[in-house]
């Protein structure tokens, strides 16, 4: 006779609860979803982004300067005749100016050696955001000289957002080179010194800097943006002196060819 089955046999495996879905785990699932995509959309803004305008807006601002040099070549302007003089002394180079152009036109290509090789933005008429800074480009304050002019040029740019123009601008070291290219040819100015200020401290943008007492006996240059990035209060100010002016003629300056950043 068969012996009877255990108990154990005869008894069917209960089954596992089921887990309940409630509504608020699906709120905080979703909104986890939410946070991961904002997060990853923050970061394709202010990374991934910028570096994709960055690229695009030097690569314009290099076949700008290419267009320049052909130009030149299909065409030279004359030069114009040096000044008799009748003092024997040598005749100061004669500095070039545009007139301002309007709103919104690019007119120069600005280039920083302590930014890297392939640094270089195109600058145009004015600082308004949506079409010009918001747009990649450096902004020329307008009302204050253009390059070369006696006085104060003044530019602005983003440092973070729209390819970041300045976000380097802190690692400026007294003496570097800041270039702006014109199709005349190229302006070089010496980095002296950087400061901190108020957004509201507009006169940064005076013929002399901050002296509204005097006037303007050389050739300044100010660069502005925020400081620190995402902080609207404040502006990080860099000022230049000029050193000479090159002619397209004579081919790019040594600022730009020929000198080593450490």
């Keep these: ?26 709120i905080g699932e979703l909104l986890i979803t939410v946070g991961v995509v904002a997060l990853l959309y923050v970061s394709w803004q202010m990374w991934i982004g910028d570096m994709i305008i960055g690229a695009q807006k030097q690569a314009e601002a290099t076949a700008l300067s290419e267009q320049w040099a052909q130009e030149w070549e299909a065409a030279p302007p004359a030069e114009p005749d040096p000044e008799p003089t009748d003092t024997g ?30 640094w270089n933005f195109t600058v145009v008429a004015g600082v308004t955001r949506p079409d010009i800074l918001d747009q990649g480009h450096i902004g020329h304050y307008p009302d204050t000289a253009m390059p070369g002019e006696v006085g104060n040029t003044v530019y602005a740019a983003h440092r ?14 007294v003496g570097d080179a800041i270039v702006i290219e014109t ?46 990035k ?14 000479d002016f090159t002619p397209r003629g004579d081919g790019p300056p040594a600022s730009l060819t020929g000198e080593a950043v450490a």
């Design 1 to 26: 006779m068969d012996a009877p089955d255990a108990p154990s046999s005869r008894r069917t495996r209960a089954a596992k609860p089921r887990r309940r879905v409630s509504f608020v785990g699906v």
């Design 89 to 118: 002394e040598p005749v100061e180079p004669v500095v070039p100016v545009r007139d301002a152009p309007s709103h919104g036109k690019e007119f120069g290509i600005m280039h920083v050696p302590r930014f890297g090789a392939d």
């Design 160 to 173: 973070w957002t729209s390819g970041q123009p300045f976000d380097p601008i802190d690692k400026l070291v």
């Design 183 to 228: 199709q005349e040819g190229w302006y070089t100015y010496r980095f002296r010194t950087l400061e901190y200020v108020q957004a509201t401290q507009v006169d940064v943008l005076l013929p002399v800097p901050q002296r509204a007492d005097l006037s303007a006996d050389g050739r300044y240059l100010t660069l502005t943006s925020c400081a620190p």
């Design 230 to 243: 995402l902080n609207m209060l404040e502006r990080i100010i860099a000022y230049a002196l000029f050193e």
